[in-house]
């Protein structure tokens, strides 16, 4: 059963920086299409960036230009830099791949002065 393990959440002032970090337990991958979503208080899981096996990204409209994805396959590990954080960026922050399996536990990420 492929398990995905989030860290590197915590509470952070506006304009500030965070790297997330997910472990993935599995042989394959570095055959996995990965995301990272966001489910911010009272809302739904929302898919936020993506990265393919070649590592081509894509990103949401409220993070692009501020939030990247990255990977390393010799880790099984995908990571989020968080960047120029903003209150609304307050969420459990999740990682699966595409299409998903079961969702891990999430790391909080909270924004606020």
């Known amino acids: 059963q492929v398990q995905f393990v989030e860290s590197g959440g915590g509470l952070v002032q506006p304009g500030g920086s965070l790297r997330l970090s997910c472990a993935v337990s599995?042989?394959?991958?570095?055959?996995?299409?990965m995301s990272w979503y966001r489910q911010p208080p009272g809302t739904q899981r929302e898919r936020i960036a993506v990265?393919?096996?070649?590592?081509?990204?894509y990103y949401s409209s409220p993070v692009k230009g501020r939030f990247t994805i990255s990977r390393d396959n010799a880790k099984n590990a995908v990571y989020l830099q968080m960047n120029g954080l903003k209150p609304e960026d307050t969420a459990v922050y999740y990682c699966?791949?595409?299409?998903?399996?079961?969702w891990g536990q999430g790391t909080q990420v909270t924004v606020s002065s």
């Open positions: 699966n791949k595409v299409p998903t399996l079961d």
């Open positions: 990265i393919d096996i070649v590592g081509s990204t």
């Open positions: 599995s042989s394959d991958f570095s055959r996995y299409q």
